[in-house]
C-alpha cells in the first residue's frame, strides 16, 4: 500500500471509530435532572432532611457527579401523596422515591423483608445480607416486573416496640388494641387480636392523642420525641421485637436508570451506600440523650415488653411468616434467604458483637 492508500485507510479507521465512540462521548457528558418523591413530611429528620438523608442524598450525587445528575427532591403531599411514589415511578412519573418496601406489601408481599423482619437482623446483619448473601439480587428480581431499580438509602438501626396508652402486663392486653403498625410485625399484631392501622408518620401524634389509636410504633427516641407522641401517651415499650433495624429504600425508575452512563449509576450506588452507614450512624447519635431526656424530664415510663409477652410474639412470628412463606412461591424464595443468611450470621455474631457487649466491655 503506498502512502496516500496507508493515510486514506488510518483516517477512514479514525473516522469510523469516531462515528461509533461519538454518541457514548455526547451521552456520557448530559445532563440529566430528576425528580425524587418521598412517603414522610416537609421537614422529618433522617427520613427527609439531615446526615444521610434523600435531600443529602440528592446533594451528595449533585456534587459528585459535577452536575451531571441533578435530583430535585420533594417531600410527601409537596407533589404527590405520602404513599403513591412506587406507582409514580414505576409510571415514570419521577424518577426516584424514597420510602419503606414494607408500604408495599399489598403490591409485592415479598417486599417487606427488604425493610426488617420481626426477630430478625440488626443492622450490620441486614446490610451484609443485601449487599453480600443475594438479598439484592432478590429484591431487584422482585421489582423488575414494575419498571423499578431498588437499593438501600438508609437505616435507622433498633427501633423501639412503640407508644401505649395503658401499660401491657399480658398477651391478653392486646386483644381489641387499635395500633398504628406497619409490615410483617402488623401480621403477627393481627394475630394477637390487635387492631392493626397503617397511617404515615404525620398522622399518628393526631390519632393517638385524640384515641383513634390506643398504640403506635414508629422510630426511636429522637423522632419520636419530635412528633410529641410522649404528649400522647407515657408507656414507652423499648428495644423492638419487630424491627431490629429498618432499611429506607430508594427506588428509581428502569428507562430512567438505563439512559444513564455507567459512571452516572455507580455514582447513584455509592452514594445511596454512603448515606445507609452515614444515617444509621446519625441515628446512634441521637437517640441516647434523646431517651434520658424522655425519661427524665417528661415523665415516660420506658422498659422492655415483659418476657412471657415477648415469648409469644416470637412463637406468633414463626407462625405467621412461615403460612405467609407457604402461600407464595416469591415470598418462600425470599424467606428462605434471608433464614439461611441469618442463621450463620447469627452464630458469628453470638460469637462477636453479643460477647463484646454483654462480656468484655461492661465486665460481666
Known sequence: MDRRGFLGAGLAGTAAVATVAAPHVARAQQTFNWKM?????????????????????????????????????????ELIPALEGFDAVSAGTVEMNAANSYYWAGKVPAAQFFTCVPFGLNFQGQTAWIYHGGG???????????????????????????????????????????????????????????????????????????????????????????????????????????????????????????????????????????????????CEATNGEAMTDLVQNQGVIAGPLPKPVVDKLREVTKTTLDQLAASDPKIQKVYDSFNAFAAQHSQWAGLSEAVYQTQIRRGA
Not at 421537614?43 to 449533585?62: E, I, K, N, R, W
Open 136 to 282: 439484592l439480587q432478590l429484591w431487584e428480581e422482585l421489582y423488575e416486573p414494575f419498571n423499578l431499580v431498588p437499593m438501600p438509602l438508609g437505616n435507622t438501626g433498633v427501633q423501639m416496640s412503640g407508644w401505649f396508652r395503658k401499660p401491657i402486663e399480658k398477651v391478653e392486653d392486646f386483644q381489641g388494641l387499635k395500633m398504628r403498625i406497619p409490615g410483617l410485625a402488623g401480621k403477627v399484631y393481627a394475630q394477637l387480636g390487635v387492631d392493626v392501622k397503617l397511617l404515615p408518620g404525620g398522622e399518628i401524634f393526631p390519632a393517638l392523642e385524640r384515641g383513634v389509636i390506643d398504640a403506635a410504633e414508629f422510630v426511636g427516641p429522637y423522632q419520636d420525641r419530635r412528633l410529641g407522641l410522649q404528649k400522647a401517651a407515657k408507656y414507652y415499650y423499648t428495644t423492638g421485637w419487630h424491627e431490629p433495624n429498618n432499611v429506607t429504600e430508594l427506588v428509581v425508575n428502569k428507562a430512567a436508570w438505563d439512559s444513564l452512563p455507567d459512571d452516572l449509576k455507580e455514582i447513584v450506588r455509592t452514594a445511596a451506600a454512603a448515606c445507609n452507614v452515614i444515617s444509621h450512624t446519625w
Open 37 to 77: 418523591t418521598n412517603a414522610y413530611g416537609p421537614g422529618s429528620p433522617f427520613y427527609v432532611v439531615g446526615p444521610g438523608s434523600p435531600t443529602y442524598f440528592c446533594d451528595l450525587v449533585g456534587k459528585m457527579s459535577g452536575g451531571r445528575l441533578n435530583i430535585q427532591h420533594f417531600a410527601a403531599g
